[in-house]
């Protein structure tokens, strides 16, 4: 009642491969297997080339160009640490 038996999956088997046929199961499953390679290899290459990217910019360095303004306001500004 709960579950099929396995005579019931070999029939189900069966007709499958009675409608579609060898051949068409055979592309069908290198299609697939092809798609997820190709998805897997994908997002291993969009990890790497985002480190690759993250790596080779360096960070921009801040300069401190002090002027002899009146009216400018020299602040340094700490962080928490």
């Not at 801040?62 to 009146?70: E, F, G, I, L, N």
């Amino acid at each position: 009642m709960g579950s099929f038996s396995i005579w019931h999956w070999l029939i189900v088997l069966l007709v499958v491969v009675v409608i579609f046929g060898t051949k068409k199961l055979r592309n069908i499953g290198s299609d697939l297997g092809s798609a997820v390679k190709g998805f897997k290899d994908g997002v291993k290459g969009a990890n790497d080339t985002a480190d690759a990217d993250a790596a080779a910019v360096p960070p921009q360095q801040v300069t401190t160009q002090r002027k002899a303004d009146s009216q400018t306001v020299d602040v340094e500004a700490k962080t928490k640490s």
